[in-house]
């Protein structure tokens, strides 16, 4: 099994919908993160989480929530998507110090 | 501004050749440095990670160079495969625990 699962992989939406990303680890870490990709941009944080009781926003968060259900789980939602949120998105996990990231596999989301 | 920037932007290259990413940054203070691997369709995946007084560090056949100096990184490929397409990305971290990413370099090897 992966270190880092997400799901879906692949989505596709209509504007205005609620879509939740999920994400889940193995590695035991505290640390969890939400990030997108876009084409030319690089990776941009959206939220961030240190703990279950512990949730920072990103550079980019407007139009995004977050749910820490537990250690293991890390959830993305967007409340009613638009077309620009269209991107594919990482979750990632690390521990608090030393070692870097691992990175889910991503889900590609399209909001037509 | 805390900053990477990473180049070129695109390559392209015959497979067996060698090829150098760049990566420059203005991050400060600098903690350590990270190249990561990204093929299309998957999460990055981590290369080396090099900290202020480490020069060189290798992983079979990618080589990361730092000059903490001018601050500016390599990644160097020897005798690429077509395995080695993916995007490569910079990352920099900031004592505090920030991170910055560079956009990546998309590298094409062709046969």
């Known amino acids: 099994d992966a270190d880092v699962t997400q799901t879906p992989r692949n989505r596709i939406t209509k504007t205005g919908k609620r879509i939740m990303l999920e994400c889940s680890q193995t590695k035991g870490h505290d640390r969890m993160y939400w990030y997108r990709q876009d084409p030319g941009l690089g990776l941009r944080l959206i939220y961030y989480s240190f703990d279950v009781k512990d949730i920072n926003k990103g550079e980019i968060s407007d139009g995004y929530s977050v749910s820490r259900q537990a250690q293991a789980k890390f959830s993305l939602s967007l409340e009613s998507a638009i077309p620009n949120q269209t991107a594919l998105y990482f979750c990632?996990?690390?521990?608090?110090?030393?070692?870097?990231?691992?990175f889910g596999s991503g889900t590609r989301l399209t909001v037509v | 501004k805390n900053q990477v920037e990473q180049s070129p932007q695109s390559l392209i290259i015959l497979e067996g050749k060698n090829c150098t990413l760049q990566c420059n940054y203005t991050v400060s203070p600098f903690s350590n440095l990270r190249w990561y691997k990204q093929d299309t369709g998957r999460g990055p995946v981590s290369l080396t990670i090099?900290?202020?007084?480490?020069n060189t560090k290798s992983n079979g056949r990618y080589t990361a160079t730092l000059d903490a100096d001018t601050k500016q990184s390599s990644l160097h490929i020897t005798a690429s495969q077509l395995s080695d397409s993916a995007s490569y990305i910079c990352v920099v971290s900031r004592s505090g625990n920030q991170f910055y990413f560079g956009t990546g370099t998309s590298l094409t090897v062709i046969p």
């Open positions: 090099m900290t202020f007084s480490e």
């Open positions: 990632a996990t690390r521990p608090a110090v030393g070692y870097g990231y691992t």
